[in-house]
């Protein structure tokens, strides 16, 4: 069952030791619902690239856990690398995966840079398309003079001041920028070669702000581990700027330097489709098509087998989500599919048993996601999570709230179908309504049962009266 899902991709200021990162994935980790699908570690860089996903309920609450780890763990004040930074928890991207739009993802960061503020004291600046300013939509800008440089200047130029928080970088976790992206992917390419110059040469060569290409970021630096100097760069969209065509330049460029390239890197995750534009071209197959790709062709056909089963998987798993309410949902959801395929058999109107269906579809998620607020609220220190609770638990309980009211209309309509549509499809319909009744009285019972969690107050009235009009709960 797939639902709303955020990437984040959170880089911090240490690659040399691996246990203080790890403690950093796993406070990520253990928020509910967040999954951490990649990390990297780099000693030259002196840094670190977690990726994580989670559902947009719950992502901020994952981040901020490991941005806590991170500036109790790293200190800048004691850091070299080669990569420029300005904090502990240097980038926070938030980046639409699946059912967010890049909109959403801006009040996310919105969200995390204030609350790095609030709980951690680390100000923030905002970037790409959450910046407040158009010059801090490029993050080199935010991050110009670096740790050192931004510390001092801070406290003297309002220009450098943050998005949020006072005017003085924490003492040893500096700043973070967080910011809403699409999907990028980091990508560096070693020369033959230990002169950093030549790196520095071909980065401005293909980066955008020295024009090059459009959707290209650049530098050069130098590996001292492996004595060699590197093009590092983020490629920001890499349907517009192939990786293979920037491979090429790159390897064009060091030829007229008369340097080799020796190899390249990804940097976490890298979409499939990346690839399969890369082989395509150099493989110079005339029919090629992503169908042709062994793991695409069973990704297809496991979808198509996916769905139901998937959800019964899901539901029958250890873990809080999906529950009660999900499944109450999708027997609502099932009562209207029953319903919209008689009204069309009969040659009847089956729109509203299409929109019944289509709004029972959307709670199964709907209903898991609240829970995981609710769970993600009680994660919270004791002696402030009681709003953050209260307001999830209102979430909870509306969409249970939703489901119940809507089946009921259902069960309604339902009961207008058994009398008009033939008689050939009594046991179609019969089945559908007993599934609509099972939808609201599993709904109800998740209405009920946090009810008596919900503090007194209108909210609780307003609940209570719209339950009222279904009456007495059966024994």
């Given at each position: 069952m797939t639902g709303k899902l955020v990437e984040c991709v959170p880089n911090f200021s240490e690659g040399r030791d691996r246990a203080k990162v790890e403690a950093v994935a796993a406070a990520i980790a253990g928020m509910p619902g967040a999954l951490v699908l990649d990390l990297e570690l780099d000693a030259d860089h002196n840094r670190s690239v977690i990726t994580f996903v989670a559902p947009p309920e719950t992502v901020v609450e994952a981040a901020l856990a490991?941005?806590?780890k991170a500036v109790e763990l790293i200190d800048l004040t004691r850091h070299t690398?080669?990569?420029?930074?300005i904090g502990a928890v240097d980038v926070m991207p938030f980046i639409p995966l699946e059912g967010v739009t890049l909109a959403e993802c801006v009040k996310l960061a919105e969200r995390a840079a204030m609350e790095m503020w609030r709980k951690l004291?680390?100000?923030?600046?905002?970037y790409e398309a959450a910046a407040k300013r158009p010059e801090r939509a490029n993050l080199e800008n935010i991050r110009r003079g670096q740790f050192e440089g931004l510390r001092e200047e801070v406290r003297t130029n309002p220009e450098r001041a943050p998005d949020y928080g006072e005017a003085e970088l924490h003492p040893t976790a500096g700043a973070?920028?967080?910011?809403?992206?699409?999907f990028l992917i980091a990508y560096n390419i070693n020369l033959g070669t230990a002169d950093i110059e030549i790196a520095k040469r071909i980065a401005k060569s293909i980066r955008h702000s020295s024009g090059g290409f459009r959707y290209v970021k650049a530098m050069g630096v130098r590996l001292a581990s492996r004595n060699l100097a590197q093009v590092s760069m983020?490629?920001?969209?890499?349907?517009?700027?192939?990786v293979h065509r920037v491979f090429e330049c790159v390897r064009a460029e060091a030829g007229r330097h008369g340097v080799a390239v020796v190899g390249s890197e990804i940097v976490?995750?890298?979409?499939?489709k990346a690839l399969e534009m890369t082989a395509e071209f150099y493989l110079r197959c005339e029919n090629f098509q992503p169908s042709m790709v062994l793991e695409n062709r069973v990704a297809?056909?496991?979808?198509?087998?996916?769905?139901?089963?998937e959800f019964l998987d899901a539901l029958a798993a250890p873990a809080a989500t999906p529950g009660g309410g999900s499944a109450a949902a999708a027997a609502g959801a099932m009562a209207a599919a029953l319903g919209a395929m008689v009204g069309r058999l009969s040659k009847l109107d089956a729109a509203s048993y299409e929109d019944d269906r289509a709004f029972l579809t959307e709670a199964i998620q709907r209903d898991a996601d609240a829970y995981s607020a609710v769970v993600a609220a009680y994660k919270r220190p004791k002696e402030e999570r009681a709003p953050f609770v209260e307001t999830a638990m209102r979430g909870a309980t509306l969409v249970p709230l939703e489901v119940l009211e809507r089946s009921q209309a259902l069960a309604g309509r339902l009961a207008g179908l058994a009398a008009g549509a033939p008689p050939k499809f009594a046991s179609d319909v019969t089945t559908a309504r007993a599934l609509a009744e099972a939808a609201q009285k599993g709904a109800r019972a998740n209405v009920e049962i946090n009810l008596a969690y919900l503090g007194e107050g209108e909210f609780k009235a307003q609940v209570e009266r719209r339950l009222s009009g279904f009456g007495t709960r059966e024994a």
């Open positions: 490991g941005a806590a690398g080669v990569h420029p930074r004291k680390v100000p923030t600046y905002l973070t920028v967080v910011g809403a992206r699409k983020n490629l920001t969209d890499f349907e517009q700027t192939p976490g995750l890298i979409p499939k297809e056909e496991m979808a198509r087998r996916s769905g139901m089963a």
